[in-house]
């Protein structure tokens, strides 16, 4: 950690690892994707527009040109899939959901979910995002008085007590263990990439995939349980949940809703694409203030003046701290790479594309880009505040852009925003020890510890 300054004001420049000198060979490359993919990108990648390398026969480009990002995701997506790695670690968690389908499936399912996460349908869920938040923030204060908290801990046990009242109307207590369980047991073995998923067509299956395939049986019957648990309370429930919303959407054009199997697929993609990148937002958000002492205080202050955060349908009110949970993504977007795969010839900047080249846009790379943000390593979050000079189009994606942009970027803002304020207004945070917390990159961008938190009520 060390810090720089700028107009007499200490900014904080938060630890990270040193990338590479140099381009890594195939195992080194391999071993970074399965341990921390940060890892896998060299010096010249963040100064560099396009950068082009050669792996498993294949040519793989880095775009952080905002004119070839804009290309792949946004002027001809159609012509850009996901990867085969992509697939087999995805499909055992997600099913053939949102997040997973391509082409006319996808295009369906996005019109047909669009409803659902409209500012006045997330409006109405305000109430059990802060009866969750407000249930956390008790047990903290148990907790903190008892000594150090691991807030990673604390954070995705709220993240996912969010997403099981806004999902079910109904806490996780009875299924929360046992999903976080199971979301750790895949992430930690099936869910990191292996050789053959790289090397063998995605028709043939793997021993990973035989393993995947087992585990997804198990998964999908837990979902059948929640959401069976779900239906047997729903006569002593108010309607409103994400699940009523989703059980009642049509297809516009031929008035058909989603079977059993395609809502469970996307309760799964509404659970884990939700919560699990929320919570690390989430912390590295609380990190970054308990590094930053003087933001921690403005972000307390905001909090202060709001008169009530749970009647707030925006982040309006929490200019500041919305700033700082945009800036935490820009240092650790959760969602640290995008790959797609050419199915025909394009062109990227002056390069020709051949089918089968494969496209990296890394926002773990493209925000930390030297020639796109000023002092990139810094955490500033005046560079989000309202009158600060615009963001470049196409430097900042933490939640992706064009079509395929995602569809919770609203919840998960208004989530993370409220839940930031809320406990640095309940708090003072520091850190328990000096041990640097370095980022984990294999399905999201996770710390490489649980680090231990002091909190001091306010």
């Given at each position: 950690?060390?810090?720089?300054?700028?107009?007499?004001?200490?900014?904080?420049?938060?630890?990270?690892?040193?990338?590479?000198?140099d381009?890594l060979?195939?195992f080194?490359?391999?071993?970074?994707?399965?341990?921390?993919?940060?890892?896998?990108?060299?010096k010249?990648?963040?100064?560099?527009?396009?950068?082009?390398?050669?792996?498993?026969?294949r040519t793989?480009?880095?775009?952080?040109?905002?004119?070839?990002?804009?290309?792949?995701?946004?002027?001809?997506?159609?012509?850009?899939e996901?990867?085969?790695?992509?697939?087999?670690?995805l499909?055992?968690?997600?099913?053939?959901?949102?997040?997973?389908?391509?082409?006319q499936?996808w295009?369906?399912?996005?019109r047909?979910?669009a409803?659902?996460?409209?500012?006045?349908a997330?409006?109405?869920l305000?109430?059990?995002?802060?009866?969750?938040?407000d249930?956390a923030?008790?047990?903290?204060?148990?907790?903190?008085?008892?000594?150090?908290?691991d807030?990673?801990?604390?954070?995705?046990h709220?993240?996912?007590?969010i997403?099981?009242?806004?999902?079910f109307?109904?806490?996780?207590?009875?299924?929360?263990?046992?999903?976080?369980?199971?979301v750790?047991?895949?992430?930690?073995?099936?869910?990191?990439?292996?050789?053959?998923?790289?090397?063998?067509?995605?028709?043939?299956?793997?021993p990973?995939?035989?393993?995947?395939a087992?585990?997804?049986r198990?998964?999908?019957?837990?979902?059948?349980?929640?959401?069976?648990?779900?239906?047997?309370?729903?006569a002593?429930?108010?309607?409103?949940?994400?699940?009523?919303?989703?059980?009642?959407?049509?297809?516009?054009?031929t008035?058909?809703?989603f079977?059993?199997?395609?809502?469970?697929?996307q309760?799964?993609?509404?659970i884990?694409?939700?919560?699990?990148?929320?919570?690390?937002?989430?912390?590295?958000a609380?990190?970054?203030?308990?590094?930053?002492?003087?933001v921690?205080?403005?972000?307390?202050?905001e909090?202060?003046?709001?008169?009530?955060l749970?009647?707030?349908?925006?982040?309006?009110?929490?200019t500041?701290?919305?700033a700082?949970?945009?800036?935490?993504?820009?240092?650790?977007?959760?969602?640290?790479?995008?790959?797609?795969?050419?199915?025909?010839?394009?062109?990227?900047?002056?390069?020709?594309?051949?089918?089968g080249?494969?496209?990296a846009?890394?926002?773990?790379v493209l925000?930390?880009?030297q020639?796109?943000?000023?002092?990139?390593?810094?955490?500033?979050?005046?560079?989000?505040?309202?009158?600060?000079?615009?963001?470049a189009?196409?430097a900042?994606?933490?939640?992706g852009?064009g079509?395929?942009?995602?569809?919770?970027?609203?919840?998960?803002?208004?989530?993370?925003?409220?839940?930031?304020?809320?406990?640095?207004?309940?708090?003072?945070?520091?850190?328990?020890?000096?041990?640097?917390?370095?980022?984990?990159?294999v399905?999201t961008t996770?710390?490489?510890h649980?680090?231990?938190?002091?909190?001091?009520?306010?």
């Amino acid at each position: 950690m060390s810090t720089t300054h700028s107009q007499g004001a200490a900014i904080l420049v938060p630890p990270v690892p040193e990338p590479p000198a140099d381009d890594l060979g195939f195992f080194q490359t391999l071993k970074g994707l399965r341990n921390d993919a940060t890892q896998i990108w060299s010096k010249r990648t963040y100064s560099e527009l396009i950068t082009r390398r050669r792996f498993l026969g294949r040519t793989t480009f880095v775009l952080n040109d905002p004119d070839a990002i804009r290309r792949v995701l946004v002027d001809n997506p159609e012509n850009y899939e996901r990867t085969k790695p992509t697939i087999r670690m995805l499909r055992p968690t997600l099913g053939d959901g949102l997040f997973i389908s391509e082409g006319q499936a996808w295009r369906q399912q996005r019109r047909a979910l669009a409803p659902a996460f409209t500012p006045k349908a997330i409006e109405a869920l305000l109430p059990h995002i802060h009866s969750a938040i407000d249930e956390a923030i008790d047990e903290l204060k148990k907790q903190a008085r008892r000594g150090p908290v691991d807030l990673f801990t604390t954070v995705q046990h709220l993240a996912l007590e969010i997403a099981g009242r806004t999902m079910f109307s109904v806490g996780m207590q009875h299924h929360g263990s046992r999903l976080r369980e199971m979301v750790v047991e895949y992430g930690k073995t099936l869910g990191r990439p292996h050789l053959l998923d790289f090397l063998i067509p995605l028709r043939w299956p793997t021993p990973h995939d035989l393993l995947r395939a087992r585990f997804r049986r198990r998964w999908n019957a837990f979902l059948d349980e929640v959401i069976a648990s779900r239906h047997a309370e729903r006569a002593s429930r108010p309607a409103g949940d994400l699940l009523d919303l989703l059980a009642a959407v049509r297809d516009p054009d031929t008035g058909i809703g989603f079977t059993p199997d395609e809502l469970r697929d996307q309760v799964a993609t509404m659970i884990l694409a939700g919560h699990e990148t929320t919570a690390v937002a989430l912390f590295w958000a609380i990190y970054l203030l308990a590094l930053a002492p003087e933001v921690q205080e403005k972000v307390a202050e905001e909090a202060s003046r709001t008169a009530n955060l749970a009647n707030l349908g925006t982040t309006a009110e929490l200019t500041y701290t919305r700033a700082v949970v945009d800036e935490t993504l820009r240092l650790y977007p959760p969602a640290f790479v995008i790959v797609r795969q050419a199915r025909g010839a394009d062109r990227v900047g002056k390069h020709a594309v051949a089918p089968g080249d494969i496209m990296a846009i890394a926002p773990w790379v493209l925000h930390r880009h030297q020639g796109l943000w000023r002092n990139p390593n810094a955490f500033d979050p005046r560079r989000f505040l309202p009158k600060a000079e615009p963001v470049a189009r196409y430097a900042y994606l933490p939640f992706g852009v064009g079509p395929r942009i995602c569809i919770g970027a609203h919840f998960a803002l208004i989530e993370a925003t409220h839940a930031l304020a809320k406990l640095a207004g309940a708090f003072r945070i520091t850190l328990a020890d000096d041990r640097p917390v370095f980022p984990a990159a294999v399905i999201t961008t996770q710390p490489d510890h649980p680090a231990a938190f002091h909190l001091l009520s306010r």
